[in-house]
């Protein structure tokens, strides 16, 4: 059984930056992509970013692109969300995610249970 654990969240002002990590426990995830999504107040869960198992392939939605940064530390087993340049729309609960293959889907196998991010105007 995996479990992953976020952490890192809390309340910043517009502006400023903030990094989610994700760890993994129960097992290695290779060769499972591990990533992002969020869920805003009255809104449906959304993708935020991914990562390949290797590192070598990224994905990120248009809202949060060249602001945020995913990367990994296999080693670790542990994934990491790095957040400037927030913005109050991105204030949600971030859930992270992991599903076996090359890239991460809204079906994914295990979730966390979720950090809160809230930015202030």
């Known amino acids: 059984q995996v479990q992953l654990v976020e952490s890192g969240g809390g309340l910043v002002q517009a502006g400023d930056s903030l990094r989610l990590s994700c760890a993994a426990y129960?097992?290695?995830?290779?060769?499972?992509?591990l990533g992002w999504f969020r869920q805003a107040p009255g809104k449906e869960r959304a993708f935020v970013a991914s990562i390949s198992w290797s590192g070598g392939s990224t994905y990120y939605s248009d809202s949060v692109k060249g602001r945020f940064t995913i990367s990994r530390d296999n080693a670790k087993n542990t994934v990491y969300l790095q957040m400037n340049s927030l913005k109050p729309e991105d204030t949600a609960v971030y859930y992270c995610?992991?599903?076996?293959?090359?890239?991460?889907?809204?079906?994914?196998?295990?979730w966390g249970q979720g950090t809160q991010v809230t930015v202030s105007s």
């Open positions: 995610a992991a599903n076996y293959g090359p890239v991460l889907t809204p079906g994914a196998r295990y």
């Open positions: 129960g097992r290695t995830l290779d060769s499972h992509a």
